[in-house]
């Protein structure tokens, strides 16, 4: 049994936590949060004990830490945590500065700090890269995303959010990356707010196709919006050179209602808690093998970095309407 | 009955002329009288399937009684063909593109939106069933305000080399359809556009300048956004999607598929495969838009004519030039 702390008992703090309590190889020993009535209660739900950063980090003991905190805390903490020998697997995204995520390189390189990119576990997204590399459809030549929100978040959030690229479709350019096998080196993005007034006030945008190119030729869009309208729109098609692969919606059930005007279908899994319950399990399993010495990171530092410097090329291709070569 | 028919005649016997000539013999409101063709030889077994008289096109434009010309000979002749049938007084019905070239068709401007005789250009995806019902949601309000679009248009197989040059290239022969989609559904002519694009499927298609794979990106004045896939070969067929995000949902268009059958098995399910052939594939839309020349011809406004086609070459062109420049276009 490896022991583990957890920092931050919010939403995703809580997946975690009842993901880490009920895996057989983990023991969820702490809970950190300046909250203290949430780390409680979470601490109580998972058998954990309340205690502060310095405690978990100094206890010999913890083999591992899940940083689930608020993101600008991430990059200090896992510094921290890296620091302290334990492993780190860190929600995304590793910063929301470029700059600041570059300056820890020489700490998180290559270091056991497994970057909580969920999509990469989703069964769905991982059997849909399975077949694109066991040459299903030949050889890859480009990929339509679609990664559009069922509906906005507070305006309080879009404001510490970082803006829709750093925030929600980072997860679109890691997937980009994963998939593409090869780094985009140009960027094109035209965004605009159309969902809610209040966000283009805020300075940020809600709606945007964001184009990316390899140095290959191979090509990829991003369609994102902050309010679908009809849930969680959670979608890949893979183009080859000998067919196509696609990865559609999982919806709430398998009932199909048909009437004289047509069939409805049931509604999409609502929000990425549902949508991606199974992905955030496996991310737990994926942490455990890498605590016990049977696998490193299959995403770490590096990738947070490519993502983050993604997003920003994004943003400044929606300000400026150019190009942005990487 | 025949003689409530329009009688009319059509230039060019090619694909899309045996496209045509079918679709206006199988017509109750139509009598293709001529079939005109440079190589009357390879025309006469479709003149006589269709029971059409070979002729040449002085004598289609003499006659009288010729209300209505289909121009679906080779692309470089459309616009000629087209002013030629005008002049005389015929209704023309021309297969798309009108012309490839943006600053002839510019200078043909006064001539056809003066000319009494009314033009249809055949941008023959508007009147398929299938993205006419998905304008008809949208227009309905069944998904709120229209805010974004993706249009999937790959080819199963790429063309003959031959036709690559000719052709105009991708933007110009093929995205073309999609720039008049993109404009139709939003109703608003985009602002800004950006292309990125390569050639990824056939090195021959690269190195007679053209590109084979293709992402358009467009924007209206209000911010609504389009993106366009593009490639000359799917690898699965004729793959024809068009997805519109509005404010309170999604309305799709999907591939229909040969057949509805589905095969089971321990690996999975398998359906059958959506169409390979875009005369299969839009074969409804090529009847209705025959249709729509014998409303027409009956008095009706043209839905799509000169300055659709003019705004349609005019991204085409945008989207080249985006591709040679690697910045986004103004328009």
């Given at each position: 049994m490896f022991k583990i702390a957890l920092f931050g008992a919010g939403r995703i703090g809580r997946i975690h936590a009842a993901n880490a309590a009920a895996?057989?190889?983990?023991?969820?020993a702490y809970v950190v949060d300046p909250v203290a009535a949430a780390a409680r209660a979470l601490a109580v739900e998972t058998g954990a004990r309340v205690t502060d950063l310095e405690t978990a980090l100094g206890?010999?003991?913890?083999a591992g830490v899940i940083i689930a905190s608020s993101t600008d805390t991430h990059l200090d903490y896992a510094r921290r945590a890296v620091a302290a020998g334990k492993a780190v697997f860190c929600e995304?995204?590793?910063?929301?500065d470029l700059a600041r995520a570059r300056s820890a390189a020489i700490e998180?390189?290559?270091?056991r700090l497994f970057l909580g990119f969920n999509r990469r576990f989703d069964p769905s997204f991982q059997a849909l890269k399975a077949r694109l590399s066991s040459g299903a459809v030949g050889r890859l030549e480009s990929l339509q995303i679609t990664s559009h929100d069922p509906a906005p978040p507070p305006v309080s959030y879009i404001k510490v959010s970082g803006g829709l690229f750093k925030d929600m479709a980072i997860h679109d350019f890691d997937m980009a990356r994963w998939l593409l096998g090869e780094e985009p080196v140009e960027v094109f993005a035209s965004a605009s707010?159309?969902?809610?007034?209040k966000i283009g006030a805020a300075g940020d945008v809600d709606t945007a196709k964001t184009l990316l190119r390899t140095a290959s030729g191979k090509l990829c869009v991003i369609s994102n919006s902050r309010?679908?309208?009809?849930?969680y729109d959670q979608r890949i098609e893979a183009f080859g050179s000998e067919g196509m692969v696609k990865a559609d919606n999982m919806l709430e059930s398998t009932v199909q209602t048909w009437n004289e005007t047509g069939a409805a279908a049931d509604r999409f899994q609502?929000?990425?808690l549902d949508r991606y319950r199974d992905a955030y399990r496996l991310e737990i399993d994926h942490f455990a093998e890498i605590l016990a010495g049977?696998?490193?990171?299959?995403?770490?530092y590096a990738d947070g970095v490519a993502a983050l410097a993604l997003a920003e090329a994004a943003g400044l291709s929606a300000r400026t309407g150019q190009v942005v070569k990487l | 009955m025949a003689a409530s028919r329009f009688k009319i005649a059509q230039l060019g016997a090619g694909r899309m002329g045996t496209v045509h000539a079918r679709g206006a013999a199988a017509?109750?409101?139509?009598?293709?009288a001529y079939l005109v063709d440079p190589r009357p030889e390879a025309a006469a077994p479709l003149a006589k399937e269709v029971g059409a008289k070979l002729a040449d096109l002085d004598t289609v434009l003499a006659?009288?009684?010729?209300?209505g010309v289909i121009v679906a000979s080779s692309t470089d002749v459309h616009l000629d063909n087209t002013l030629a049938c005008l002049r005389a007084g015929k209704a023309v019905f021309c297969?798309?593109?009108?012309?490839?070239d943006l600053a002839r068709l510019q200078a043909a401007k006064a001539e056809i939106t003066a000319s009494a005789a009314p033009l249809l250009v055949a941008f023959n995806r508007r009147f398929d069933p299938h993205y006419l019902a998905l304008k008809a949601r949208i227009g309905a309000g069944a998904i709120g305000r229209l805010e974004s679009l993706n249009i999937i248009n790959h080819d199963p197989a790429p063309p003959a080399h031959a036709f690559i040059v000719p052709s105009g290239g991708l933007f110009k022969d093929f995205t073309i359809h999609d720039l008049d989609l993109a404009c139709w559904l939003l109703e608003e002519t985009p602002v800004e556009l950006f292309a990125a694009a390569s050639?990824?499927?056939?090195?021959v298609i690269g190195e007679k300048g053209d590109v084979d794979t293709a992402r358009v990106v467009l924007k209206t004045a209000s911010g609504q956004l389009c993106m366009i896939s593009n490639t000359?070969?799917?690898?699965?067929?004729?793959d024809q999607r068009i997805e519109a995000f509005g404010s309170q949902g999604v309305a799709m268009a999907d591939n229909p598929r040969l057949d509805t059958v589905q095969v089971w098995g321990e690996a999975g399910a398998v359906s059958s495969p959506i169409p390979r052939d875009f005369i299969g594939r839009y074969a409804q839309a090529y009847r209705a838009e025959l249709d729509h020349f014998a409303d027409v011809l009956a008095g009706a406004p043209s839905q799509i004519g000169f300055a659709e086609s003019v705004r349609a070459l005019t991204l085409a062109e945008a989207a080249a030039e985006s591709v040679r420049s690697g910045r986004s276009v103004r328009l």
């Amino acid at each position: 049994m490896f022991k583990i702390a957890l920092f931050g008992a919010g939403r995703i703090g809580r997946i975690h936590a009842a993901n880490a309590a009920a895996h057989p190889a983990l023991t969820l020993a702490y809970v950190v949060d300046p909250v203290a009535a949430a780390a409680r209660a979470l601490a109580v739900e998972t058998g954990a004990r309340v205690t502060d950063l310095e405690t978990a980090l100094g206890d010999a003991s913890v083999a591992g830490v899940i940083i689930a905190s608020s993101t600008d805390t991430h990059l200090d903490y896992a510094r921290r945590a890296v620091a302290a020998g334990k492993a780190v697997f860190c929600e995304k995204p590793i910063d929301q500065d470029l700059a600041r995520a570059r300056s820890a390189a020489i700490e998180l390189s290559g270091s056991r700090l497994f970057l909580g990119f969920n999509r990469r576990f989703d069964p769905s997204f991982q059997a849909l890269k399975a077949r694109l590399s066991s040459g299903a459809v030949g050889r890859l030549e480009s990929l339509q995303i679609t990664s559009h929100d069922p509906a906005p978040p507070p305006v309080s959030y879009i404001k510490v959010s970082g803006g829709l690229f750093k925030d929600m479709a980072i997860h679109d350019f890691d997937m980009a990356r994963w998939l593409l096998g090869e780094e985009p080196v140009e960027v094109f993005a035209s965004a605009s707010c159309l969902v809610d007034p209040k966000i283009g006030a805020a300075g940020d945008v809600d709606t945007a196709k964001t184009l990316l190119r390899t140095a290959s030729g191979k090509l990829c869009v991003i369609s994102n919006s902050r309010r679908s309208g009809y849930g969680y729109d959670q979608r890949i098609e893979a183009f080859g050179s000998e067919g196509m692969v696609k990865a559609d919606n999982m919806l709430e059930s398998t009932v199909q209602t048909w009437n004289e005007t047509g069939a409805a279908a049931d509604r999409f899994q609502n929000f990425f808690l549902d949508r991606y319950r199974d992905a955030y399990r496996l991310e737990i399993d994926h942490f455990a093998e890498i605590l016990a010495g049977q696998a490193v990171p299959s995403v770490g530092y590096a990738d947070g970095v490519a993502a983050l410097a993604l997003a920003e090329a994004a943003g400044l291709s929606a300000r400026t309407g150019q190009v942005v070569k990487l | 009955m025949a003689a409530s028919r329009f009688k009319i005649a059509q230039l060019g016997a090619g694909r899309m002329g045996t496209v045509h000539a079918r679709g206006a013999a199988a017509n109750p409101r139509l009598r293709l009288a001529y079939l005109v063709d440079p190589r009357p030889e390879a025309a006469a077994p479709l003149a006589k399937e269709v029971g059409a008289k070979l002729a040449d096109l002085d004598t289609v434009l003499a006659d009288p009684e010729v209300v209505g010309v289909i121009v679906a000979s080779s692309t470089d002749v459309h616009l000629d063909n087209t002013l030629a049938c005008l002049r005389a007084g015929k209704a023309v019905f021309c297969e798309k593109p009108l012309d490839l070239d943006l600053a002839r068709l510019q200078a043909a401007k006064a001539e056809i939106t003066a000319s009494a005789a009314p033009l249809l250009v055949a941008f023959n995806r508007r009147f398929d069933p299938h993205y006419l019902a998905l304008k008809a949601r949208i227009g309905a309000g069944a998904i709120g305000r229209l805010e974004s679009l993706n249009i999937i248009n790959h080819d199963p197989a790429p063309p003959a080399h031959a036709f690559i040059v000719p052709s105009g290239g991708l933007f110009k022969d093929f995205t073309i359809h999609d720039l008049d989609l993109a404009c139709w559904l939003l109703e608003e002519t985009p602002v800004e556009l950006f292309a990125a694009a390569s050639c990824l499927v056939d090195p021959v298609i690269g190195e007679k300048g053209d590109v084979d794979t293709a992402r358009v990106v467009l924007k209206t004045a209000s911010g609504q956004l389009c993106m366009i896939s593009n490639t000359r070969r799917s690898g699965c067929g004729y793959d024809q999607r068009i997805e519109a995000f509005g404010s309170q949902g999604v309305a799709m268009a999907d591939n229909p598929r040969l057949d509805t059958v589905q095969v089971w098995g321990e690996a999975g399910a398998v359906s059958s495969p959506i169409p390979r052939d875009f005369i299969g594939r839009y074969a409804q839309a090529y009847r209705a838009e025959l249709d729509h020349f014998a409303d027409v011809l009956a008095g009706a406004p043209s839905q799509i004519g000169f300055a659709e086609s003019v705004r349609a070459l005019t991204l085409a062109e945008a989207a080249a030039e985006s591709v040679r420049s690697g910045r986004s276009v103004r328009l």
